[in-house]
């Protein structure tokens, strides 16, 4: 007969079958209580504070975890933390966690704290820029000791652009090509494939250990490399693929390839592709076809250029002229040079050209702001250096978050709202050195040039220029509002919905971290947007009148809106030299405090 426990061992019992469950224990939560990017922090990519990611070669990017705890230890998933400066320094009361490019996720851990597991940090993180995270604790109830019933399993696709599918499932394959994820323990199969590679298959079982495994596809195609001149085009089978010396993967077969250049006739070549059979084929250049132009001026001794190249004197008479629509334009020292003219030169029939020079005016005294110029524009003039100021007609149309902007908006672009302004004029360049100069006597830019925008200036620094200005000249500058900016910048009531100030094509309109050489240039370098204003997409960032609150838009005033009445920053727009593409959308706000100056920011003027 089976006898019943005492009293004092059944409660032995139960204490030890409660604390073999999980136990519940009071501890320190870890929260996030802000995370954003910083444009304006270069710490990720300047030299002495950027990391070099091992694995790629590339620029980390930077996280500096704000918090007075010290312990913590940070996982990234399959693509590991490259680097951790603990607190100390220049930054005692921040973390430096450098991480390779395409994170998405953060696992926070602490020995006393607890852990914040797989935080979505709400964006893809890019590499050589610095993020901003800010840690909170609290008392929490957390259940520690959990049984291990997962692990991962890290794939390395060769190539990097190859797709994982594990038992039937897509997998997200980073730009490293690597794929990662937790699964149950267990047996599972794989499928790998890419364009122009043979498929693979195979298993792996998923136990108390991470799964680990370098998958390398057999190509099905050769790498052909076509030298051709710098400059010239080549074309495959009717589809253009490169320019100048450049390399290609192609599938086995026959393949018709041509060398073309503008104004010239191309040539053609029929090559045969093998498996794995890589060569290198010279390309014969393009033959150039020429036509006649003739130059003539009154009087005779100008100067002639060609599409900014000098050629001779007037008059003259060239037959070695590329055809095509060629720029011809002509000085004479003491006569005031006339319009380039544009001309079309043919094989089948001479260009000829005439410009009348007129002798220059003796020189005059200049009077401040003497306001001249054609319809629709007013240029001005102090101390010697000239302005022009563009008509903005008034009208209606949807601020911010269009949906040219695509999938680039951020929180504080939204919502999109209608606003209507009356007309106003705006800067048709950003304030150049020249003019700061000549109104306030120093130049305070880091990266010296006339025709450069004026950079380093706060905006009460520009509110000094203004108040000067306008004493000289007996006018009303003022920066433009934040609505005044934008409409403006989308081309006015002459606005085609482009994603950039004048262009989709960011490289044809604006100066930005792509091709920007990490300085300013000379403004109206580029083209200019609908309503004849450049440099509105990069360049510099430019301050307006407004003060910034980013649930603003929410409540924002239909007619002529001025910004919020109040703040602690001000707002600045069309993103800099600095930025990448995403930032000089017309769309894209930035913020900074009326005393911070950057060698990124300037303004132009409203009137």
């Known amino acids: 007969m089976k006898q019943f426990p005492s009293f004092a061992r059944l409660r032995t019992l139960l204490a030890l079958l409660f604390f073999s469950l999980a136990q519940v ?18 710490a990720a990519n300047t030299s002495g504070t950027a990391f070099i990611d091992p694995n790629n070669g590339n620029k980390c990017a930077l996280i500096k975890v704000h918090t007075t705890q010290r312990g913590f230890t940070f996982d990234v998933g399959a693509l590991g933390v490259a680097k951790t400066e603990p607190q100390g320094g220049s930054h005692p009361t921040q973390i430096w966690v450098y991480v390779p490019q395409g994170v998405k996720r953060i696992s926070i851990i602490h020995p006393q704290l607890g852990e914040l597991l797989d935080y979505d940090l709400g964006m893809t993180l890019k590499s050589a820029k610095t993020y901003h995270l800010t840690l909170q604790t609290g008392t929490v109830q957390t259940v520690v000791n959990p049984t291990l019933q997962k692990q991962f399993a890290v794939f390395t696709l060769v190539p990097a ?35 122009r590679y043979k498929a693979s298959f195979g298993q792996f079982t998923i136990g108390k250990e991470k799964h680990t495994e370098t998958i390398t596809l057999t190509p099905n195609f050769s790498t052909i490399t076509f030298q051709a001149p710098a400059g010239a085009e080549v074309w495959v089978d009717g589809q253009r693929r490169g320019t100048g010396t450049c390399s290609m993967d192609l599938t086995a077969g026959e393949y018709q390839v041509e060398c073309r250049q503008e104004s010239h006739l191309a040539t053609t070549k029929v090559i045969t592709v093998g498996v794995n059979q890589p060569r290198t084929i010279a390309l014969d250049a393009p033959r150039p076809i020429y036509g006649l ?13 060609v599409d900014g190249q000098a050629v001779g004197e007037t008059p003259l008479s060239l037959d070695n002229v590329l055809i095509g629509q060629r720029q011809v334009a002509v000085s004479m020292d003491g006569y005031t040079a006339p319009a380039a003219k544009t001309v079309l030169v043919s094989q089948e029939q001479a260009a000829e050209l005439d410009f009348q020079m007129e002798k220059q005016a003796s020189p005059v005294a200049t009077t401040p702001a003497s306001p001249q110029g054609r319809a629709g524009t007013r240029s001005f003039t102090v101390n010697g250096v000239t302005f022009t100021m563009v008509t903005v007609e008034g009208g209606t149309f949807t601020m911010d978050a269009t949906e040219e902007q695509g999938s680039d908006v951020w929180d504080y672009e939204e919502p999109a709202h209608q606003v209507t302004l009356s007309s106003f004029s705006i800067g048709q ?12 006597g120093k130049n305070p830019s880091k990266y010296k040039g006339d025709k450069r925008p004026v950079e380093q200036v706060s905006w009460e620094d520009c509110q000094k220029f203004i108040k000067k200005l306008n ?23 002459k606005s085609k919905g482009y994603k950039y100030s004048g262009s989709d094509d960011l490289r044809s309109v604006a100066w930005y971290d792509g091709n920007s050489g990490s300085a300013t240039h000379d403004v109206a370098t580029k083209a200019p947007n609908e309503l004849g204003l450049y440099d509105m997409s990069g360049n510099v960032w430019e301050w307006c009148q407004d003060w910034y609150d980013s649930e603003y838009y929410k409540n924002s005033p239909s007619s002529n809106p001025s910004g919020p009445s109040s703040g602690s920053k001000r707002v600045l727009r069309s993103g800099s030299w600095y930025n990448d593409a995403t930032i000089c959308r017309v769309a894209n706000r930035s913020n900074y405090s009326p005393t911070d100056r950057f060698n990124s920011s300037g303004f132009r003027l409203a009137l």
């Not at 009071?26 to 922090?41: G, L, P, R, T």
């Open 25 to 42: 224990l009071s501890a320190q939560s870890i929260q996030v209580s802000d995370f954003h990017y910083d444009e304006f922090d270069t």
């Open 161 to 195: 652009n190859a797709s994982l599918e594990v038992d039937g499932e897509a997998w997200e394959v980073n730009a490293q090509g690597q794929a990662a994820r937790m699964l149950p323990f267990g047996t599972y199969q794989y499928r790998a494939t890419a364009p």
């Open 293 to 305: 132009l003739s130059v003539s001026s009154t009087p005779f001794g100008a100067k002639v250029t």
């Open 429 to 440: 360049t950003e304030v150049t050195q020249a003019l700061w100069l000549a109104v306030m």
């Open 471 to 493: 004493k000289m000249t007996g006018q009303h500058f003022r920066l433009p509002t934040e609505a005044e900016w934008e409409y403006a910048a989308r081309g006015g009531n």
